[in-house]
C-alpha cells in the first residue's frame, strides 16, 4: 500500500529545519520524500499542508501497571514511593493489568509517542496471563513495546540496607512478612514465558528487568542474565536513581550499583540503565565500553527528588542516551513532550562554564527520537528519511502551540505540550485520526478505569494505613543512608 503525506513541513534528519515536501510510504517504511506537490502513481493522499511531520517519540522507560495510579502521591520521594507501592499496586485481577497498561498506551499514543519500553510489575511476580495482558492492551492501541517484567527476589523492606531493623514494632513484622516470590520461581516464570512468547509479531517484544541491583541476590542477577543471554531479552534495571540506592551499594558491596552490575555479567549492549542520576564517571565510561544506554526520566527524578542524571557527561562519554517518561504512578504523565522539555532545562541547572553544556533543542528532540530508538534496538532509525520505520506524529501547525511558526526544534522543545498532536501512523497504518484512538473505546476505558479505582482503594484501604504508617520511617533511614554516598560533588563538570 502506498500513502502520501503532502505538503507538509518536514523535520530534517538532523532536526535543524522542516521543509515543505512530500513523504511516501510503502508498506511499513518510508519510500521516498519529495518536493512538495509531485505526483506520485497509486497512492492515497493525506494533505498535510497545515501540518508539521516529524518521527515518533520513543519513550525508553516507563511502567503500564501505574495507569491507574497516576496522581495518588504528593510528597513523595523515591523511597517513599516505593514504601507506598504495597497499596498503590495490589490486588490487581488480569482486567486491571490490562486496563492499566491501556492507560497508560494510549496517554502515549494521544501525546506523539509511538513505541515503549515497559517495565510492569506484578506482585509477587510475574505470569504468563498478565504479560499476555499488557501485551494485548500494547497490540489494541498498536505502539510498539518491549514487555520487560520487573523481577526481584527482595522486597523493598528486604533490600534496603538495615530498614526492617529501624523499624518500630508491629510494622516491623509486618515488614518482615512481605516476600517476593523465590528467585528460581520468577526465573522459571520468566523462561516459561520467552520459550512461548507468541506477540513478536505484533512488535511486542519481551525482555527482563531485575527491578534494582539491590532488591536482587547476587544468583538471581545472574540468573536474569543467563535467560537473557538464552533468549536474547534486551535488559533494563534502575541503577543509581536516588542517593540512598548509591549509599545502599556502597553499604552492600562496597562499590557502586553498576560496577556490581557489570561483576554479574549484566553490562552490555542489550543493558541500559535507568535514570542513572548517581552514576559516577567510572560508571559513564564502563557503560560506554560495555555498549550499554542509558534511558533518561527528568520529569521523575525531579518529581521524586532524586536529582539530575548527567547527560551532557554521558553523551561525551559515548553513552547512547534515550528518553523517558517513568511511570504514571512515579511522574504521573506519559508526555514525551514535557520529557524533552525538561530535559532540556535539567541541563541548564547544572552548574557549567558554558552553554555547550547544555541541550540544545535539536539534540534533544534526536535523543527522543533517535536515540531512544537506539536504546530499544528498534529497526527504524527515528528520523524522517528513506528506509526509516513509517512511525510518524503529524502536529496542527494551526494549534496556538505553532502561532506563529519561527522554528520546528525549538517549538517541538519549548511550546509542544502534545495538544497539537492530531494523527500518529506506525508501520504505515494509522493508529491516530484527528485526535481519536482507532483501537480503543476511549469513553469505556474511562469508566472502566474509574470504577477500578473506586474499588481497588477501598480494598487496599488497610493496606494504605500501614504503608502511611511506615512512611516516616522510610524517609529518616534512607535519607540517612544516602549521607553515606558521597559523590555530590561528581555532579560538578569536568573541564
Known amino acids: 500500500m502506498r500513502r502520501v503525506l503532502r505538503g507538509g513541513r518536514v523535520l530534517a534528519a538532523d532536526a535543524l529545519s522542516a521543509p515543505r515536501a512530500d513523504v511516501v510510504i510503502e508498506n511499513t517504511r518510508i519510500a521516498a520524500i519529495l518536493p512538495a506537490g509531485t505526483p506520485v502513481a497509486d497512492a492515497e493522499v493525506f494533505d498535510a499542508s497545515a501540518r508539521l511531520v516529524i518521527p515518533g517519540l520513543v519513550n525508553t522507560h516507563t511502567h503500564g501497571h501505574g495507569g491507574l495510579a ?32 491501556t492507560l497508560t498506551a494510549v496517554e502515549m499514543l494521544k501525546k506523539g509517542c509511538t513505541a515503549a519500553y515497559d517495565l510492569p510489575a506484578e506482585f509477587p511476580g510475574p505470569t504468563q496471563e498478565g504479560l499476555d495482558a499488557m501485551a494485548e ?14 523481577v526481584a527476589d527482595l522486597t523493598f523492606f528486604q533490600a534496603t540496607p538495615g530498614l526492617v531493623e529501624a523499624l518500630p514494632e508491629p510494622l516491623r513484622e509486618r515488614a518482615e512478612a512481605m516476600r517476593a516470590n523465590p528467585g528460581e520461581a520468577t526465573l522459571a516464570t520468566i523462561g516459561a514465558v520467552a520459550q512461548t512468547w507468541s506477540h513478536d509479531h505484533a512488535n511486542i517484544r519481551l525482555g527482563i528487568a531485575p527491578t534494582i541491583p539491590l532488591f536482587g541476590t547476587d544468583a538471581f542477577l545472574k540468573g536474569c542474565r543467563a535467560l537473557a543471554r538464552d533468549h536474547g531479552l534486551p535488559m533494563q534495571t534502575h541503577v543509581a536513581e536516588a542517593r540512598f540506592q548509591a549509599g545502599g551499594a556502597v553499604e552492600r558491596y562496597g562499590k557502586t550499583l553498576l560496577a556490581h552490575m557489570d561483576d554479574m555479567g549484566c553490562v552490555g549492549p542489550w543493558f541500559s540503565v535507568a535514570h542513572g542520576v548517581w552514576l559516577t564517571d567510572a560508571d559513564l565510561a564502563l557503560l560506554a565500553e560495555r555498549g550499554g544506554s542509558l534511558a533518561h526520566n527528568p520529569g521523575s527524578n525531579m518529581r521524586l527528588a532524586s536529582g539530575i542524571a548527567p547527560i551532557r557527561r554521558a553523551l561525551r562519554a559515548g553513552v547512547t542516551v534515550g528518553l523517558g517518561t517513568d511511570g504514571s ?9 514535557e520529557s524533552m522539555r525538561l530535559a532540556a532545562f535539567a541541563s541548564r541547572i547544572i552548574e557549567s562554564e558554558s552553554e555547550d553544556d547544555w541541550l540544545g533543542t535539536a539534540e534533544t528532540v534526536l535523543l527522543a527520537t533517535a536515540g531512544s530508538s537506539r536504546l530499544m534496538g528498534l529497526g527504524g532509525s527515528g528520523k524522517i528519511e528513506v528506509g526509516a520505520s513509517a512511525d510518524i506524529v503529524l502536529l496542527d501547525l494551526n494549534h496556538i502551540n505553532w502561532m506563529p511558526f519561527n522554528d520546528a526544534a525549538n517549538q517541538i522543545v519549548w511550546t509542544e505540550d502534545g495538544a497539537a498532536v492530531r494523527d500518529v501512523m506506525i508501520g504505515g497504518d494509522w493508529k491516530l485520526r484527528g485526535g481519536k484512538v482507532l483501537g480503543v473505546d476511549e469513553v469505556k476505558l474511562a469508566s472502566d478505569a474509574q470504577a477500578a479505582v473506586d474499588r481497588l482503594w477501598s480494598a487496599n484501604a488497610a493496606t494504605r494505613a500501614f504503608c502511611e504508617a511506615v512512611s516516616p520511617h522510610v524517609a529518616c533511614h534512607c535519607r540517612g543512608l544516602a549521607k553515606k554516598f558521597t559523590g555530590a560533588t561528581r555532579l560538578l563538570p569536568v573541564h
Do not use: C, H
Open 329 to 337: 504512578g512515579s511522574s504521573d504523565n506519559q508526555n514525551m513532550f
Open 70 to 101: 497516576k496522581g495518588a502521591g504528593d510528597k513523595w520521594d523515591l523511597a517513599l514511593l516505593l514504601a507506598q507501592a504495597p497499596w498503590t499496586n495490589a490486588g490487581r485481577n488480569l482486567d486491571d493489568k490490562r486496563l492499566s497498561t
Open 137 to 150: 492492551a500494547y497490540i489494541a492501541v498498536g505502539l510498539r513495546a518491549i514487555l520487560a517484567p520487573m
